[in-house]
């Protein structure tokens, strides 16, 4: 690749290394750069997997494999630094939060570069990896106390029983990422992890290694002991089993067919898990929307890392009333969009990571225009700027014979339907098994919340698409349905990497006959005291 715009202090070189002479060095980077986050990985095979950029095809690394004694040295690692980690205060683990704040702010633009290059995404589009990690971060560093803390419970007998809820780490958590967001998916579910005193084990997406491993690289610069943190290489079908036998839980990011195999795998072992899976999301334009703020919102949803996006769009139900003024904004708004493959600022969308990716957008697109939808932005591959490049397309008149209608395309592809009452769209916006985030545009935020209460996903975003749930790091985010099982952020995001332990205390009165009472008797004086504590109120 040129790096024709190196970023000052970054991990690009000026000019091009050869790697045909030199099998370190690739077109983009530097060797020793590489090396450096290479030798994260823990791997003893000798093997390595070539990766290379969706750019331009260019070489970027050479990422080592993990054997499955790899893997079970990982665990054991893991294992010994979570038991000191364990014991240090919950103060000094989010000090180490905090400092991973600032460093991913002071580092963006190397981050940024690492991920373009590695998913190709347009790096706006990156800028949001490096900030949603900065948001994990300073929220679990600043609500460390108010989820981990012991608390008091009311006790069975007033005063006489004194009850403390402990949350005690998990032990070593497995966490099995995507490629599409690469940095974030990687590290973001970890956070919490390690805050409530877990060390973890990541098997992050063979394409996309290197997002990971700077990831793994900051941690330790901001302070966690480097083997709280362990990084295994290689298939997920090879190393996902192993790594599930020796997990004291699993989250896992990825797609629902995948996602149903691990929760078979952890049930098996009665572990818990929390899956973040696919989605097929609608947006809902009611009659009264801001048609500028909803075209330029439908963007964003649509076309968001060229719709790689697990929250992102691709059904759009927009009401009779002003469906042509919406579809003639919406439409300008994406033939307006700069396209390209390039480190820099500027592009609107990127490509698509892979021909895999490539294949499936195609072969999407195809079949719903050979059936009838018809094309009213982009609808085809653009070679001439990046090897798996597609426009941004929206569809119109996509019917349920079409592979589009209902299954997840993962692709900057987009399907408008007329509504002509909202609580029809509804139930249209419900339909199929999915349930992960929906939109819906209206200038009467209460009407918008009373729909919203009646969609069947994780997160619904009112005149917006969907940063403003995935930003609110206090509020959880998941799936419904098939998209998924358990919940990041907020609280359960933490909880879910605790178990509960509830300590009681009792003191005076046990829970047997004293002072000479008979069984009939101390039953008589117990289901009066339960009366008299129904008739204070108490729980
Ligand atoms: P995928 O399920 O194929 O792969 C995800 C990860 O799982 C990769 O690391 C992969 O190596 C691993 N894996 C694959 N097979 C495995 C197995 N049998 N056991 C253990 N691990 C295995 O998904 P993908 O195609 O890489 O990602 C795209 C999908 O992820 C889309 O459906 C998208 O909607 C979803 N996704 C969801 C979220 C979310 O937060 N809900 C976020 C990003 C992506």
Redesign the pocket.
């Known amino acids: 690749m040129s790096a024709a715009n190196p970023t000052p202090g970054g991990p690009l070189v000026e000019g091009p290394h050869d790697p045909e002479h030199d099998p370190r060095a690739s077109y983009a980077l530097e060797p020793d750069y590489v090396a450096s986050l290479t030798d994260r990985v823990l791997s003893t095979t000798g093997r390595t997997v070539p990766v290379s950029s969706p750019l331009d095809g260019a070489p970027l690394a050479n990422i080592p494999q993990s054997s499955l004694e790899d893997v079970a040295e990982a665990y054991r690692r893991a294992r010994v630094a979570q038991a000191a980690w364990a014991r240090t205060p919950v103060e000094e683990r989010a000090a180490v939060l905090l400092r991973l704040h600032d460093l991913v702010l002071d580092r963006q633009a190397e981050i940024m570069d690492l991920i373009v290059l590695e998913s190709g995404k347009a790096r706006k589009h990156a800028f949001d990896e490096p900030i949603h990690i900065a948001l994990t971060a300073r929220y679990y560093a600043r609500t460390a106390h108010e989820h981990l803390d012991t608390q008091r419970k009311t006790g069975v007998i007033p005063v006489l029983t004194r009850v403390e809820l402990n949350r005690v780490p998990k032990g070593v958590v497995g966490i099995?990422?995507?490629?599409?967001?690469p940095f974030t998916?990687a590290l973001c579910d970890g956070l919490p992890a390690l805050l409530a005193g877990n060390a973890v084990v990541t098997?992050?997406?063979?394409?996309t290694m290197l997002s990971a491993l700077l990831g793994a690289r900051l941690l330790e610069e901001a302070g966690f002991p480097r083997d709280l943190w362990q990084v295994v290489a290689?298939?997920?079908?090879?190393?996902?089993?192993p790594?599930?036998e020796r997990s004291d839980y699993i989250c896992?990011?990825?797609?629902?067919?995948?996602?149903r195999?691990?929760a078979k795998?952890c049930a098996e072992r009665l572990i818990g898990c929390s899956?973040?899976?696919?989605?097929k999301n609608p947006i809902l334009v009611l009659r009264d929307a801001d048609i500028e703020k909803a075209a330029e919102g439908a963007v964003r949803a649509c076309f968001s890392n060229a719709g790689?996006?697990?929250?992102s769009t691709e059904r759009m139900f927009v009401a009779d009333q002003v469906y042509d003024r919406f579809v003639e904004r919406f439409v300008a708004r994406t033939q307006a969009m700069t396209l390209g493959a390039t480190l820099d600022w500027g592009n609107d969308m990127g490509p698509l990571i892979s021909q895999?990716q490539l294949d499936t957008v195609t072969a999407h697109v195809e079949d719903a225009v050979a059936k009838g939808a018809r094309v009213l932005a982009g609808g085809k591959p653009r070679p001439d700027l990046a090897p798996y490049f597609f426009e941004p397309t929206i569809l119109e008149g996509v019917t349920p014979e079409m592979t589009c209608f209902g299954n997840?395309t993962?692709g900057p592809v987009i399907s408008l339907y007329r509504f002509h009452d909202e609580v029809e769209a509804v139930a249209r916006a419900n339909d199929g098994e999915y349930g992960?985030n929906a939109s819906v545009y209206s200038q009467d935020g209460d009407r918008a919340r009373a729909i919203a209460r009646q969609i069947k996903c994780g997160t619904v975003n009112i005149n917006e698409a969907f940063g403003a749930t995935f930003a609110s790091i206090d509020s959880p985010?998941?799936?419904m349905r098939e998209?998924?099982m358990g919940r990041?952020h907020g609280a359960e995001g933490i909880h879910r990497y605790t178990e509960s332990q509830s300590v009681a205390t009792q003191r005076v009165l046990r829970f047997s006959p004293q002072y000479g009472l008979s069984d009939q008797a101390y039953a008589k004086v117990m289901t009066a005291s339960l009366r008299v504590l129904n008739k204070l109120g108490r729980a």
């Open positions: 099995i990422s995507p490629w599409n967001y998916m098997k992050p997406d063979a394409q290689g298939p997920g079908r090879e190393l996902g089993g790594m599930i896992f990011t990825g797609s629902t067919a995948t996602g195999i691990i795998q899956l973040e899976l696919g989605g790689q996006l697990c929250v895999d997840e993962f992960l985010m998941g799936g998209s998924g990041r």
